[in-house]
T-cell receptor, first 114, second 120 residues
Framework: DAKTTQPNSMESNEEEPVHLPCNHS???????IHWYRQLPSQGPEYVIH???SNVNNRMASLAIAEDRKSSTLILHRATLRDAAVYYC???????????????FGQGTILTVHP | DTGVSQNPRHKITKRGQNVTFRCDPI?????LYWYRQTLGQGPEFLTY????????KSRLLSDRFSAERPKGSFSTLEIQRTEQGDSAMYLC??????????????????FGQGTRLTVV
């Protein structure tokens, strides 16, 4: 799977927007961009995913660059419960040896201050 | 539908002992994944089942590790002759009712809370 690069850590204040960046310059045309987060002592939790167009759901928004070499996860109003490790993952199309597995990097540790 | 369930949540074992973990995926999910996570690292893929067939295994899965998914429902992960380096969180995830491979990379994966193994 293609590699992603994320900042090690970011900080935010409660109720402010948070923009979590991810670079994926080697993304292929069929790779989906997935974001997961992991709260302390929990398994990872799906946040959002997209291919080319920006995506919105109840948890967050995903902004994808036109060339798809980068993306940004947007939390519109951070809460203390959003403090977690956020993983940006490129998920390859099934076939060959992929089968849709998730290849996690180190992720970004988000700290939210009250 | 109560989500992905893993048992036990914690396991402490002596080096050299065998351990077995169980994962109950979301009902009717046909895809099941096992991952391992050590402190400060992201989860690492171990193996994948589609129904009862084990279709992919990571090279991390040494000969001491074996996973099964009889009847395509729950899955077990066994570690024989445990070593201290096996200490980690073992995570299970399941995904989709869709049987086609074409959508695997789009589908949301649901993770359990994991089994934390400590080998002493």
């Amino acid at each position: 799977d293609a590699k992603t690069t994320q900042p090690n850590s970011m900080e935010s204040n409660e109720e402010e927007p948070v923009h979590l960046p991810c670079n994926h310059s080697t993304i292929s045309g069929t790779d989906y961009i997935h974001w997961y987060r992991q709260l302390p002592s929990q398994g990872p939790e799906y946040v959002i995913h997209g291919l080319t167009s920006n995506v919105n759901n109840r948890m967050a928004s995903l902004a994808i660059a036109e060339d798809r070499k980068s993306s940004t996860l947007i939390l519109h109003r951070a809460t203390l419960r959003d403090a977690a490790v956020y993983y940006c993952i490129l998920r390859a199309r099934a076939g060959g040896t992929s089968y849709g597995k998730l290849t996690f990097g180190q992720g970004t540790i988000l700290t939210v201050h009250p | 539908d109560t989500g992905v369930s893993q048992n036990p949540r914690h396991k402490i074992t002596k080096r050299g002992q065998n351990v077995t973990f169980r994962c109950d995926p979301i009902s009717e999910h046909n895809r099941l994944y096992w991952y391992r996570q050590t402190l400060g690292q992201g989860p690492e893929f171990l193996t994948y089942f589609q129904n009862e067939a084990q279709l992919e295994k990571s090279r991390l899965l040494s000969d001491r590790f074996s996973a099964e998914r009889p009847k395509g429902s729950f899955s077990t992960l066994e570690i024989q002759r445990t070593e201290q380096g096996d200490s980690a969180m073992y995570l299970c995830a399941s995904s989709t009712r869709d049987r086609g491979l074409e959508t695997a990379h789009k589908a949301e994966a649901f993770f359990g809370q994991g089994t934390r193994l400590t080998v002493v």
